[in-house]
């Protein structure tokens, strides 16, 4: 079975990094300790462009995504960062192969390689 990804790149309006990295961490955090279909929920800074934020997230299927909009931590995110961000974009990916020995490879829910 392959797993369902997302990689969803923020840009955080000026002044609201502090708040939007504390309500990411605390929504990723949520995810890992009470979702059994959430596999990996990383929080990306960019060095070379300090007002982006990228989400790497990996669940079961896209049963276990759409469960995991559904609970508290995710909905408190949302309440908490809706005004935070200037712009949003997400892509939805299936996890080709994963681990340390073979790297990550990646295709889009259309097929396309990224």
């Known amino acids: 079975m392959k797993r369902y990804a997302l990689w969803v790149e923020f840009d955080v309006k000026p002044g609201a990094m502090p708040a939007f990295l ?3 961490r605390l ?13 990996r929920f990383d929080v990306l800074s960019d060095p070379s462009a300090p007002q982006r934020v990228c989400f790497y997230e990996v669940y079961d299927d896209e049963v276990a995504f759409l469960a995991h909009r559904e609970m508290p931590h995710f909905k408190a995110y949302v309440a908490a960062t809706e005004d935070l ?4 974009s997400v892509a939805r990916l299936t996890v080709e192969e994963s681990g340390a020995a073979g790297g990550l490879a990646a295709r889009n829910a259309t097929g396309a390689t990224r």
């Open 22 to 24: 504390e309500a990411a």
């Open 27 to 39: 929504d990723a955090g949520g995810s890992m300790t009470h979702e059994r279909g959430c596999r």
């Open 85 to 88: 961000v200037s712009a949003k």
